[in-house]
């Protein structure tokens, strides 16, 4: 069933507002008498003229909307400048109500319009379905229908108007949360290599679990890519590198490594280079984002280690990656582990804590209990010494000096990182990334 309907009236010239009142008026009287209890939430979407006072510009779609005692405390006209601020109004309603399934009447003319603003600004976590604002309205229109495949017409042109159009709205919000914030290790040479780990400050993403510099987007979060990429935007402006020359891996929580220049592999947890000016990545959200500079070869690298990529080795295979391609020796190789979950919070089954047991038993605590506390921590930095990391490149959590450390615990620190563990399903992502300065 269809939780909330969006009526777009953006388009609509002032010399039309009289005649719709009779079409809006019939397709709120059938979301009125055909929807279950409770009925959905309704945003009728209006353009705001340049110099208009709101008020004066509602006059008109008042007689339509009085009339609708149901739906009076779940109706709202959003008035806006643009389509994309007007719909990403909508879209922080939509979420802070957590509604997902979305009925769009809107007039014919615009529906491939619509279409390219809602694949900006949405992910499938949302469904839509469409109707034509001239079309009568029976009660079977408010079930969701089945998502449709239709081929999009718009020209090629329009579509980057309209991501334009986006991006320039998204620019123009105010950063949440405080400001931006990058993390930054005193082991990495900064005359050779740019680098930092991010925290959850100075971005526009508004969701709580997502608030507010989120990195990541994927098909089951509220964080549309564009969003991401506004953040990225920020960081890439606030760090000093070129969002356009920027690689993140494409995690897979296994230990593949991709060599940039070469074949990209499907999906990989950890990325080398030793070209200068492009900036690689590793995200986070309680996985380690682990970072590598080799100073004396100029090759650096990242990877991502949550507990299964640790039990793989993926730190290890970057490193033997940066090895085998750049010819660094593992003695000049330095190792950073940024903000990941630490052995106070993080669990896992005991028979997952068995093989971190294996590594060492300092890697496990209450190891008798069904989910003993690990700290893939330690059993990464295991791993690299015997490798042939020496101990004095890496660091971790244990360093002594806590004005330098930066390996803070995700779930202990709300205010500063994402969690998973702490967070559920609908997590932020900060990120881990390196480059080799011109």
């Known amino acids: 069933m269809v939780e909330a309907v969006l009526i777009d009236l953006f388009s609509l010239p002032a010399s039309l507002q009289s005649n719709i009142q009779g079409e ?27 110099g208009c006072e709101r008020n ?9 909307l009085r009339d609708f005692q149901s739906l009076k405390k779940r109706l709202e006209v959003v008035h806006a400048l643009t389509t994309a601020a ?73 579509m980057e108007l309209i991501q334009s159009e986006i991006q320039m709205y998204l620019e123009s919000l105010p950063s949440l949360k405080g400001e931006l914030t990058i993390l930054r290790s005193p082991l990495i040479p900064d005359d050779i290599f740019l680098h930092g780990f991010t925290t959850r400050t100075g971005g526009i993403s508004y969701i709580p ?21 506004e953040n990225l935007r920020r960081l890439a402006n606030a760090a000093g590198f070129n969002p356009e020359t920027f690689h993140r891996v494409k995690t897979d929580h296994a230990n593949a490594v ?41 090759a650096c690298g990242a990877a991502h280690s949550g507990w299964k990529g640790t039990l793989l080795g993926v730190s290890m295979a970057t490193v033997n990656a940066m090895v085998s391609e750049y010819g660094c020796n593992v ?5 950073v ?35 003993p506390y690990i700290d893939i921590r330690r059993a990464t930095r295991i791993l690299l010494e015997s490798g042939g990391i020496l101990p004095e490149n890496i660091q971790d959590d244990s360093v002594t ?38």
Request: one cysteine or more; hydrophobic letters at 35%.
């Open 209 to 229: 679990t997502l608030s507010s510099c989120n990195l990541f987007s994927s098909s089951k979060r509220r964080d549309p890519q564009i969003v991401v990429k």
């Open 86 to 158: 007007a719909l990403y109004t909508i879209k922080q309603s939509l979420d802070e109500k957590d509604l997902s399934i979305i009925k769009v009447i809107l007039p014919a003319l615009r529906k491939d319009l619509m279409k390219v603003y809602i694949d900006h600004l949405f992910t499938p976590v949302y469904k839509f379905e469409f109707e034509d604002l001239q079309v009568a309205a029976d009660c079977k229109s408010l079930q969701i229908a089945e998502p449709q495949s239709e081929e999009q017409t718009l020209p090629t042109q329009d």
């Open 331 to 335: 003695k000049d190789i330095l190792v």
């Open 401 to 438: 000096d806590q004005k330098q450390n930066i390996t803070f615990c995700t779930a202990c620190h709300p205010d500063k990182f994402y969690s998973h563990f702490r967070d559920g399903t609908n997590f932020g992502t900060q990120i881990g990334f390196i480059s080799i300065k011109d």
């Open 258 to 298: 991709c060599v940039l220049g070469k074949t990209e592999p499907d999906s990989y947890d950890g990325i080398v280079t030793n070209q200068k000016g492009v900036t690689i990545a590793a995200p986070g959200a309680d996985c380690i984002p682990v970072l590598f500079a080799d100073p004396v070869r100029k």
């Open 24 to 50: 809006l008026y019939k397709k709120l009287e059938t979301v009125e008498k055909c929807s279950s209890i409770p009925a959905p939430f309704v945003y009728v979407m209006c353009c705001q003229q340049q």
């Open 56 to 64: 004066d510009e509602q006059e008109f779609l008042l007689p339509a």
């Open 337 to 371: 582990l940024g903000p990941s979950v630490g052995p106070c919070c993080y669990k896992l089954p005991q028979e997952s804590a068995e093989e971190f047991h294996r590594i060492d038993p300092k890697c496990v605590r209450l190891f008798d209990s069904a989910s």
